[in-house]
Nanobody, 126 residues
Framework: QVQLVESGGGLVQAGGSLRLSCVAS????????MSWFRQAPGKERAFVGTTRSTGDTFYADSVKGRFTIFRDSAKNTVYLEMKSLKPTDTAVYYC????????????????????WGQGTQVTVSS
């Protein structure tokens, strides 16, 4: 059974940094597409970024240049490094996995993913 467990969320001031972790069990992340999404209060879940099995990454425009996704295959963990945080980054952050490869155009679609984590809250104060 596949499980994804996120951690690392918390309260941070604007301009600060956080690193989120998503530990996967029941699958090998190196052969999967791993993505991060976020959901702010009253809003729909939105794409943040993706790392694909080919090793490439891409991001939503709203986080490009501030957020970095990377994976540690030895730990079967994917990370979301967040810098220069803004109050608008406040949300519950979720990791999601698709077994195998996804085309870039499909990565932002929620229904492309096979498994989701439970989410971790990130709150950025002004």
């Amino acid at each position: 059974q596949v499980q994804l467990v996120e951690s690392g969320g918390g309260l941070v001031q604007a301009g600060g940094s956080l690193r989120l972790s998503c530990v996967a069990s029941g699958l090998i992340i190196s052969s999967s597409t791993m993505s991060w999404f976020r959901q702010a209060p009253g809003k729909e879940r939105a794409f943040v970024g993706t790392t694909r099995s080919t090793g490439d990454t891409f991001y939503a425009d709203s986080v490009k240049g501030r957020f970095t996704i990377f994976r540690d295959s030895a730990k079967n963990t994917v990370y979301l490094e967040m810098k220069s945080l803004k109050p608008t980054d406040t949300a519950v952050y979720y990791c999601a996995v698709k077994g195998g490869w996804l085309p870039a155009s499909a990565a932002p679609a929620l229904n492309m993913y096979d498994w989701w984590g439970q989410g971790t809250q990130v709150t950025v104060s002004s």
